[in-house]
């Protein structure tokens, strides 16, 4: 109809989206973009990626990320991404600021920057993970070809470049001095020695400059003994190869591998219970460390090293509360000595998440008074862990730790301690001492379900422990454990029982590192 502010179909324009016409050319122009963007939505496939290298990065991590770049054949993801089950992408995967879910598979490596992957039950990734900042939380029903490489805690970032693509950006691109920490104060500890010891740190990475090493200065105020110690570490590093020289005055342990410093230190402030023996220490050290392999990685070094150990004692044994009638054991006096080593280490690592995973490590030591120092003896130290998956996601892990001495008896500052949670818990806290010294345990896992968010599957495990420590002339009975326990998150209770000890049972809560 004339005049009318509305015409009739044959009057509309066939290019606007509101004719039918119109309306058929959108879809024909939406669809495809909608099904790409289904397919690969946030994938930037045709995005160059470089890498700024710096001094500050893991050398593991910068070989995959190389390699990845090498073979060019990656696919960019930019925005929140679900790899659904069927889905494959056959090269590899760099993700940037953004979350991906991995249902599908990934024939290549997966490298993320500031960005959360998930590999979720069925999720497979035939190469290996690589964590730059963000995180990696993965299902026990992913299969995973490799360990994940976490380097989360490093700093790496990314950004985009002027050719519209994108560079990650490794630390230490740049000369810098900064506090380490939060504003310098490293983690706290706790010991029966030195009551409570504040840790503060300096860092100086050397960024593009070759020439000058990466420093680690560390300051210690020990409470108990008010003093303050302390050690500077520098360190020339190329790819994972490094010469380091380092030198100062600390308190050194050799039982650290029982528990970690953390967990002893909760140890010791609430219940008395410290698993390690101490004594103070002057030193001056210079070392080789050489890394090779990818699948397999392999270690070796050498370190020539000059050490004055001085006798500790328990200082100011306080805790909230004492699990074993008497508080804490009193700490094994070492010999005041100087003593001129040379330490001969090396070792391998396999990298598989879901099959066998072996890691092997031994050590050498060797000093002799006619070359310089007070002492002489020869040390061959060393562990493994073997984990075999069995059933499912059923595994059984055997590992162990030993020395021996091959000489003359060592001092006391190279004795190594066996008792309480993390060797054999019915046992005293470094109730058995001595340069030499063995200990196994073989701990069968069975979990109980898939991850709780993001706390590991909580699972159940029965372990077998037996152990000895002991020093020529004065070998007691070898120790047998065990023990049920339940595992959560960072948590665990079990029971353990003694069978050579009258069937001696504690009730134990911890977060035993090997579990």
Known sequence: MAGSGRGGPGDRDPHRPGSAAGRRRWRRLLVPWTVAWVLFGGAASGQVVEFRAGSGGLARADEVVRSVLARGDYVVLTADRVLSPGEVIDGDVIVLGATLRVEGTIRGDLVGVQSDIFARPGGEVGGTVVVLGGGFYGSTLARLARRPVSAAVYGYTYETTRGGGYAIVAPGGRVSLRPAGLYGLLLPEYDRVN??????????????????????????????????????????????????????????????????????????????????????????????????????????????????????????????????????????????????????????????????GLTVQAELEIADDAVA???????????????????????????????????????????????????????????????????????????????????????????????????????????????????????????????????????????????
């Open 195 to 356: 009551a409570l010891t504040i840790p503060l740190g300096l860092d100086f990475d050397r960024g593009g400059m070759s020439a000058l090493p990466d420093a680690e200065l560390r300051l210690r105020i020990r409470s108990a003994r008010e003093m303050l110690d302390g050690a500077l570490r520098l360190r020339w590093r190329t790819g994972r190869h490094a010469v380091s020289l380092a030198g100062g005055r600390t308190v050194r342990t050799n039982d650290g591998w029982i528990n970690g410093d953390v967990d002893n230190s909760l140890y010791s402030f609430i219940g008395a219970v410290d698993t390690r023996n101490y004594y103070d220490a002057d030193f001056v050290a210079a070392g080789i460390e050489l890394g090779f392999g990818s699948n397999a990685l392999w270690n070796a070094g050498l370190t020539l090293g000059w050490e004055r150990a001085r006798p500790l004692a328990n200082e100011d044994p306080f805790s909230l509360f004492e699990v074993r009638a008497g508080g804490f054991q009193p700490n094994a006096p070492a010999l005041a000595a100087d003593a001129a080593s040379l330490k001969l280490a090396g070792g391998v690592a396999t990298e598989r998440a879901d099959g066998p």
């Open 373 to 515: 120092g007070d002492l002489t003896f020869a040390l061959l130290g060393g562990g493994f862990r073997l984990r075999l998956p069995t059933v499912g996601r059923q595994a059984l892990v055997i590992e162990g730790r030993g020395q021996a001495s091959l000489d003359d008896d060592a001092p006391p500052q190279r004795w190594r301690s066996l008792g309480g949670w993390g060797s054999l818990p019915t046992l005293v806290p470094t109730g058995q001492s001595g340069d030499r010294m063995w200990w196994t345990a073989a701990t069968y896992q069975i979990p109980l379900s898939d991850r709780l968010g993001r706390l590991p599957s909580p699972f159940l495990w029965v372990q077998y422990g037996a152990g000895n420590a002991w020093t020529a002339g004065s070998r007691p009975s070898t120790v047998h454990d065990l023990g049920l326990g339940l595992t959560f998150g960072p948590l665990a209770l079990a029971l353990y029982t003694a069978p050579s000890d009258e069937f001696k049972t504690v009730f134990t809560v911890g977060f035993d590192p090997r579990h």
